[in-house]
């Protein structure tokens, strides 16, 4: 590692100092380019770091760590992709429209929906700013009830406490779509520095968003008797005040939240990751949730947006459900109450690396079923490319849309809210959530799922695996002879799959799109021998776990060899 600065990453941070906005940035980068230029080489790693380019405006927007330079998430960053956004809107003749702006807890979210709302009132575009940091969806609602434009939400959802982000959602509250994500970010590019872009502080206030969320998320119930023990945690995040909200208005008044990690904190003091996904970041809600007794234990990410599940198994034991768990139980219960008059063509999606047993409960009650590609960008807009019919939507990595004529983009807090429902609606059958699920196997099939990931320092290396694995895929894995699916040009995505004597496997292989990894995602498939049987189902069980762990130890040989 060097200790010499090159001239041109020196020259670079004198320019971006001089056209900073923020005082704070400003002498944030002066003191690492300071150390730099004293031969530190750690600061001068560190500097070329920060002045490598700017931020990607990827398909949902920025996000990246808060600090100083073109490369993190600050003041004059978020200013340059505003007026790139805005210019992107007035060149497609929606310059006046309204745009809705909401933000997190975050370090630096206040700051940056103020500048967000600035350029774009600034660009002569209608703003309507929410008043006080809320969850994602919320923001997503509004966006779709108000037929804004855009929407801009200043998050980095689960990300760690050093992050942020920029999300942005188009007309209808609909996720960012190629090509506009490269079209913004081409007009970012142009943009002018931050400090020649101007701003205006004339923006209104949308001080109803919240309400009108919550009036709709609670009419989302049906059950006739709503006596349900629930607790929950927002893990820090904005979503447990609301939540609390949307499931008393609903009618399930005994809720109790996990009290460490009940209020907003950016620095996430009482887990080490903020994602319900990760191992042991549930443990206080669980915990919680045996101590009283519940019914349900639910665990929303930190900008509400995702939502996981908790329930009693059969001996007692509280553990969380997988989101394909998860995904295939609200899916269930969505078709199972849709109101066919309302919805006359129902269709229900989930994407290629999710459960496959979806597709089954879509026949069972005879609606349309599609499979996407990875990300909420693709399952909103199912079937015919509008998500046309769409009444449920789920991605394994907890993402749920459960009510897609309002909130067009996962939602944890109205996924949540009908969680709840379906407990008591099972309840009236004498069934819990493992009761549940033993029905949907019994039915279905077994279908475990399970992830082997790869983490590298070196990108090139995950492109080597997968060069490799495309010029010499392999013809079994655990025992079982495989075929291979080539995704491109569509995506960069590899499918296997084989049969098995009572059933199959599957094993999607591909890059992150948002971290330095290589993922690699499984499903063995067992069906039950002799239906209704639960001595069968035991049996079904066990023969997928075991060819699951075989399968995770051939698929991790695999791909690191």
Avoid at 121 to 150: I, K, Q, S, W, Y
Avoid at 259 to 276: G, K, L
Avoid at 292 to 308: K, S
Wanted: aromatic letters at 4%; a negative charge; one cysteine or more.
């Amino acid at each position: 590692m060097s200790n010499t600065l090159d001239p041109r990453v020196r020259d670079a941070a004198h320019r971006w100092i001089a056209e900073d906005v923020d005082p704070a940035s400003r002498a944030e980068l002066q003191d690492v380019l300071v150390s730099a230029t004293s031969g530190s080489t750690s600061a001068v790693a560190e500097l070329d770091d920060r002045m490598s380019g700017t931020l990607t405006f990827g398909t949902a927007g920025l996000r990246g760590a808060v600090r100083a330079g073109p490369n993190g998430m600050n003041r004059s960053v978020v200013i340059r992709a505003t007026a790139g956004l805005a210019s992107w809107l007035t060149g497609r003749g929606r310059s006046g429209g309204v745009v809705v702006v909401g933000r997190d807890a975050r370090h630096g979210s206040t700051a940056f929906a103020e500048d967000t709302a600035g350029v774009l009132t600034a660009a002569g575009f209608d703003v309507r700013v929410l008043p006080e940091p809320l969850p994602t969806p919320v923001l997503a609602h509004a966006t779709r009830a108000l037929n804004a434009v855009a929407g801009v939400q200043i998050t980095a959802s689960h990300n760690p406490p050093g992050d942020n982000g920029y999300k942005v959602y188009l007309r209808g509250g609909v996720p960012l779509l190629a090509p506009a994500d490269t079209e913004i970010e081409a007009l970012i590019d142009k943009a002018p520095a931050a400090d020649a872009i101007p701003r205006s502080e004339s923006w209104s206030f949308h001080r109803s968003a919240l309400e009108e969320y919550l009036d709709r998320v609670s009419a989302l119930p049906t059950s006739a008797d709503r006596r349900l023990r629930v607790v929950a945690t927002a893990l820090h995040g904005v979503g447990a005040k609301p939540l609390e909200r949307a499931l008393n208005r609903a009618g399930f008044d005994d809720v109790l939240l996990v009290t460490s990690q009940a209020e907003p904190d950016p620095d996430f003091p009482t887990v080490e990751f903020p994602n319900p996904e990760e191992p042991g970041t549930a443990d206080a809600l669980l915990e919680l949730a045996a101590e009283v007794d519940a019914n349900l234990a639910v665990a929303l990410d930190p900008d509400a947006d995702r939502c996981a599940l908790g329930m009693a198994d059969v001996d007692g034991t509280w553990r969380m459900l997988r989101g394909d768990e998860t995904g295939v139980l609200l899916g269930e219960h969505v078709l199972s109450t849709t109101d066919h008059q309302r919805h006359p063509d129902p269709l229900v999606a989930t994407t290629i690396v999710s459960s496959t047993m979806l597709t089954a409960v879509a026949a069972e009650h005879r609606v349309h079923y599609d499979e996407t590609l990875i990300g909420f960008k693709w399952l909103v807009r199912a079937g015919d490319g509008a998500g046309t019919g769409l009444v449920y939507a789920y991605e394994e990595a907890l993402g749920h849309c459960v009510d897609p004529d309002h909130v067009r983009d996962k939602d944890g807090i109205s996924a949540a809210v009908l969680a709840c429902d379906m407990v008591c609606r099972g309840k009236e059958t004498g069934r819990d959530l493992a009761g549940m699920l033993d029905s949907l196997e019994l039915a279905h099939g077994v279908h475990e799922t399970g992830q082997v990931s790869v983490r590298v320092i070196d990108l090139s290396v995950i492109a080597a695996v997968m060069r490799r694995l495309r010029a010499e895929p392999p013809e079994e894995l655990a025992g079982v002879r495989v075929s291979t699916e080539d995704l491109l040009p569509d995506s960069d995505v590899l499918v296997l799959r084989g049969p098995t004597p009572h059933g199959d496997v599957r094993v999607v292989v591909r890059p992150s799109g948002t971290e330095p990894k290589l993922k690699c995602y499984l499903q063995v498939v067992d069906n039950v021998v002799e239906q209704g049987s639960r001595t069968e189902l035991a049996a079904s069980r066990r023969r997928a776990r075991e060819l699951l762990e075989d399968l995770r130890g051939a698929v991790s040989a695999l791909v690191e060899s």
